[in-house]
């Protein structure tokens, strides 16, 4: 199958291109930047294509030539905190809904299926249920989710055949996370506060990309969440955990999200996705995220002991 992935020098674009060059699809990989940025490896061979999403005439052209059966569409603004400054919300608009507007126009034209991956910012983050893949009941509390809430309105109303995918607590390799942040304060601070009212579960991209590429192999189209499994958390809980299976001495002190301040977008408290429709789907489900951190950790340290 002929893939064309958007944002492959982020964590989540990083690993779908992977997965698929993996299964031997046709893939094409792009970004904002002249070359590939990523990891090296294998992805350094597949054909890159600079792209800015917001450029019409030119995602029409790009994804014209190309023509992929289906694209992945993993760029995005996702900056949470700089979004609220006001000399950056319309840029954000522009990136997370007129930019996917574009791809979604360019693969009804060319009739190529369409994933568009968005986040559990669409919720207002209020009670303790976990919300379901096919909830309605959006209210975003800060620029970035209402701009991917807007993304999503404009995927489902332009295209028949898609897959809206919400993710979480996004780590891996190819990237800044909450995980490697907290491995690398855990080298120069013995104590760290961490936000104990927050409640969700990680999403590890390796993980995550294989199930983008069963779903592009599929019919099953629709809303779905995709986070690992393992039960829900906090951030303090997860911070615990990684502390402990990577063996740092760090004590770690739980703290409101009004304790901690700093952040200039409202967070929710509540990101416990329902993945159950994805094996009711037929999907597999995902690892646990005690598992994925295991793995993230061992490549981790053993990138670090190459060098």
């Not at 989710?145 to 807007?150: D, M, P, Q, V």
């Not at 983008?212 to 192999?217: K, Q």
Request: with cysteine; net charge negative.
């Amino acid at each position: 199958m002929r893939v064309f992935v958007t944002g492959v020098n982020g964590q989540l674009g990083y690993d779908t291109a992977l997965e698929l060059v993996r299964r031997g699809h046709d893939v094409t990989i792009s970004g904002t930047k002249e070359i590939y940025s990523g990891l090296p490896g294998p992805l350094e061979k597949v054909p890159y294509v600079q792209l800015d999403i917001t450029a019409r005439d030119r995602v029409h052209a790009v994804l014209t030539d190309v023509k992929p059966e289906a694209v992945i569409h993993c760029a995005a603004w996702t900056a949470v905190d700089a979004a609220e400054e006001a000399e950056n919300k319309d840029e954000v608009w522009v990136v997370n809904v007129l930019g996917t507007q574009y791809i979604a126009e360019a693969c009804r034209d060319i009739d190529a299926v369409m994933v568009h991956i968005s986040t559990d910012y669409v919720f207002n983050g209020q009670g303790t249920e976990p919300w379901p893949a096919d909830c309605q009941d959006f209210a975003p509390l800060n620029v970035y989710g209402a701009s991917k809430l807007a993304s999503e309105k404009v995927v489902a109303t332009t295209l028949q055949r898609f897959f809206i995918v919400r993710i979480a607590w996004v780590f891996g390799p190819n990237g800044k996370n909450f995980v490697k942040t907290m491995l690398n304060l855990g080298k120069t601070h013995d104590t760290l506060r961490v936000v104990a009212d927050q409640i969700g579960t990680p999403t590890y991209t390796p993980d995550a990309a294989i199930t983008l590429a069963d779903m592009i192999s599929s019919d099953k189209y629709g809303y779905y969440h995709v986070t690992n499994s393992g039960g829900y958390l906090s951030w303090y809980d997860f911070a615990c955990e990684i502390f402990r299976q990577a063996g740092c001495d760090v004590k770690v002190i739980p703290v409101t999200t009004a304790e901690y301040g700093a952040a200039k977008a409202a967070r929710p408290f509540n990101s416990r996705l329902d993945t159950s429709k994805l094996e009711i789907m037929g999907f597999r489900p995902l690892p646990a995220w005690q598992d994925a951190l295991q793995r993230y950790i061992a490549w981790e340290q053993e990138t670090e002991k190459r060098g």
